[in-house]
């Protein structure tokens, strides 16, 4: 939101009181209070008659510093708020004449009290962040709505990036942008998002989380050229600076502070196989899509329902469709014999026609509104009403609808929707902000269905797909990308977004290969099954079109037969990246800068990413196989042609089908597993651990973990010279040592 005209002029229905110096402070145990005034304070007669705002610094952890800044402080401040964990930082507090710093771990708030020199400096060590000062924390009254305001605009440097803010298919660098944090659906193709988190990182290795689910409002050097505003309604604001040192250092310390993302079964790395969306489809017809992947030794792990498992207009009623499914448990058992684990859609949503409208409203488990009537829409289902998650009763009820299906053999559930959630006339029982509940309504949705498959499935074997999310929705994996075009643009939209939420911590990531809308060409099919099964999670899946590669050519059967088994034989790499992104907090798809921080060429780049820690992956946009990317410093192999590529420079080159640049990072050690057939095997047995471009005098590391990811193998290999010298740990039995690149190499295993 814009406050002013320009620079100097403040928008003429706006009344602002910036904070203008520092007046006072307070000390109460680890808390240091503020006061200051919205003018200079020349004599006593200056204190009268004038605004005065309240800032205060807290740390919930070490290197992690909360400002709150609060003009009417008798004003309600209601909730929900955002889950923060608290740990016990040391905090020093020190004051002279001119200044007052506040400091957890390295980090530094450094307040100015010298007359007219309003502003607080953010310092990692000394090192400057970023900074509040001359007219950026405010609170501003609208005198046409009455609406008040809180403000603030922290300091963008010279060659400073800004990332994040959830999932946006807009621009990977949020620099010039104006971003409002609203849960809505509205496509790939749009600046409006499923997934708002106000928290964004820098390349300068900090980052900023507003703590507010509401309508928050950011201007990124969009208003102020020098400076990223953020501004929420009402007489408070709150918002922590977090300093990891680096990108990922912040990333992991966000994660710290708002929760780890849980690990998702193996399994869950598979090939996921949907209905689609509105296509026609009974048991014969899914039976005939099992049937021919497995005709066409086309590994397939998953099998998803899409809505219509359900009756339509009885959405939700959590009961299969009799005329489409008559024996749903039999089915079900049918296609676990086979290997199979079973998805199915649903959503919070409760249509008029389900019984489950009239069970809801008799007790009281549906939203209502303020009069308490239960708040209706006919957008989506007729007669919609909403499951009102603040009730813990609804909560119970709610979950023991699912409890039903997971008892008749559903696996996991596609967590769709969460997003079309009113604000106006509405009284939660908890008595929660309705606003704020727009964005947070789907934390406590998903939090309840993966509470229940934890409960019922067991830690390790709980997975969603969720569409929406908020700040700590990353601890209930994993997230869906968006109703993708079945176009290349819509491919790298896609492709964006998800690099700007792995940098909120969403560590397992999936999209709609060969997109949503429209049914994509052979061509595009084919590109999109490279990039789909070389992410965390993969999911076929469409709107009016089924999506079995037969439906599209033969060859295209090939390509996604390879890189299915591709994704399979990775799994001991990826399953301990996995388990790095649970532990740590380093989602799985990273963005090229998070990894390589000091790489300025890596700052801007959005088609490319690491998959994990040593995998580069850069997906093909073009029908000519045309691709250009930047390959970081060292020598990198391909590992799908085996060619050397060396680094510091860009690449431009032309793939088919069957190949694309897929590269190992040099100095690293690559498990590849035994079994291409599936995502779930013993990962130690009969590995194969790759040596890439060991350079004398380097060291490299891994480790290889079982399913529920406990390390049961672990790897050190030193190259001196032309040897090689490997020392491993636990189950050294049946692993092979091999070397990749050009270089031969005598390998010595003690």
């Known amino acids: 939101m814009k406050f002013t005209d320009g620079y100097w002029s403040v928008k003429k229905e706006m009344t602002p009181l910036y904070a203008v110096e520092y007046a006072d402070s307070r000390r109460e145990g680890d808390e240091l209070t503020i006061y200051a005034p919205a003018k200079h304070i020349a004599s006593r007669g200056d204190s009268l008659n004038l605004g005065m705002l309240t800032i205060r610094l807290s740390s919930p952890m070490e290197d992690v510093i909360k400002v709150s800044v609060v003009h009417f402080e008798g004003t309600a401040y209601q909730g929900p708020f955002v889950e923060i964990n608290h740990t016990s930082p040391h905090v020093c507090i020190e004051e002279t004449d001119d200044f007052i710093t506040y400091q957890s771990g390295s980090t530094k708030a450094v307040v100015d009290k010298r007359p007219n020199s309003w502003g607080i400096r953010f310092l990692d060590g000394e090192r400057e962040l970023t900074n509040t000062g001359f007219r950026n924390m405010a609170n501003i009254l609208n005198n046409e709505t009455g609406r008040k305001y809180t403000v603030d605009a922290l300091a963008i440097d010279v060659d400073e990036y800004i990332y994040g803010l959830g999932e946006r298919f807009t621009p990977f660098v949020k620099n010039g942008q104006v971003v409002d944090m609203w849960n809505e659906d509205g496509g790939t ?36 050229v020098e400076r990223i505003q953020f501004s929420v309604e009402g007489e408070r604001l709150d918002y922590y600076v977090i300093n990891g040192h680096t990108p990922k250092g912040t990333i992991e310390k966000y994660t710290e502070l708002t929760g780890k993302p849980a690990l998702p079964p193996a399994w869950s790395f598979g090939l996921w196989l949907t209905t689609s969306f509105t296509t026609n489809y009974d048991e014969k017809t899914t039976s005939s899509f099992i049937q021919g992947m497995a005709d066409r030794d086309i590994p397939l792990h998953v099998f998803h329902f899409d809505c219509f498992w359900m009756e339509g207009f009885e959405w939700c009623n959590f009961v299969w469709d009799p005329k ?14 086979r290997g199979l684990k079973i998805c199915v859609w649903i959503n919070p949503y409760i249509g008029q026609k389900s019984p489950l409208f009239a ?11 303020e009069n308490g009537d239960v708040w209706q829409t006919d957008m989506w289902q007729a007669g919609m009403g909403l499951v009102d998650f603040t009730n813990p009763e609804a909560v119970k009820w709610y979950q023991g609808k699912l409890k039903t299906l997971l008892d008749m053999g559903v696996d996991c559930f596609k967590t769709d929707f969460g997003e079309r959630i009113p604000v106006k006339d509405i009284a939660y029982y908890d008595g929660s902000d309705p606003v704020k509940m727009h964005n947070y309504y789907t934390y406590l949705y998903n939090k309840a269905v993966f509470e229940l498959l934890v409960q019922e499935r067991g830690e390790g074997e709980a997975v969603l797909f969720a569409r929406s999310a ?3 929705g990353q601890k209930f994996p994993a997230h869906w990308g968006g109703d993708c075009s079945a ?6 939209e896609t492709l964006r977004s998800g690099l700007s939420l792995a940098c909120g911590g969403f560590g397992f990531w999936s999209h709609d290969i060969s997109g949503f809308e429209n049914t994509a060409s052979a061509d595009i099919y084919k590109r999109w099954c490279q990039f789909g099964l070389l992410s965390s999670h993969s999911r076929l899946h469409g709107s009016t079109s089924y999506r079995v590669p037969w439906m599209f050519d033969e060859e295209a059967c090939d390509v996604l037969r390879k890189f299915v088994k591709l994704k399979c034989s990775l799994m001991p790499y990826l399953y301990r990246q996995a388990v790095i992104s649970h532990e740590e907090g380093t989602p799985m798809m990273r963005p090229m800068f998070v990894e390589f921080p000091e790489d300025r060429t890596c700052e801007t780049l959005d088609k490319q990413y690491m998959l994990g820690e040593s995998l580069l992956v850069a997906p093909i946009f073009k029908e000519s196989g045309e691709v250009e990317y930047y390959v970081p410093e060292g020598t990198w192999q391909n590992l799908l042609t085996g060619e050397t590529v060396e680094g510091k420079t860009w690449h431009k080159e032309t793939y088919d089908y069957f190949h694309m640049p897929l590269l190992v990072r040099p100095n690293s050690i690559l498990a590849v597993g035994s079994d291409s057939s599936r995502p ?16 004398d005098g380097k060291e490299a590391e891994t480790v290889v973990t079982d399913l529920q990811g406990n390390t049961v193998l672990t790897v050190k290999a030193r190259r001196n010279g032309k040897t090689v010298t490997v020392c491993a740990e636990g189950r050294t039995e049946n ?8 270089e031969e190499l005598e390998i010595v295993v003690k």
Not at 487 to 492: E, F, I, L, Q
């Open 189 to 224: 193709a749009s600046e409006i998002s499923y997934k708002n988190i106000p928290f964004y990182i820098t390349n300068k290795g900090y980052g900023v989380l507003l703590d507010n689910e509401g309508d928050a409002s950011y201007e990124i050097a969009s208003e102020k």
């Open 324 to 337: 489409t499914f008559p024996d749903p448990k039999g089915m079900l058992e049918r296609y676990h014999q």
């Open 359 to 369: 069970e809801g409203m008799k007790h009281g488990y549906l939203v209502k509104k």
């Open 470 to 472: 908020t700040v700590g």
């Open 487 to 492: 176009s290349y643009p819509s491919m790298a």
């Open 680 to 695: 779930d095997y013993d990962y130690a047995e009969g590995v194969t651990l790759y040596l890439v471009n060991l350079e």
């Open 735 to 742: 692993v092979t040592y091999q070397v990749m690149g050009k």
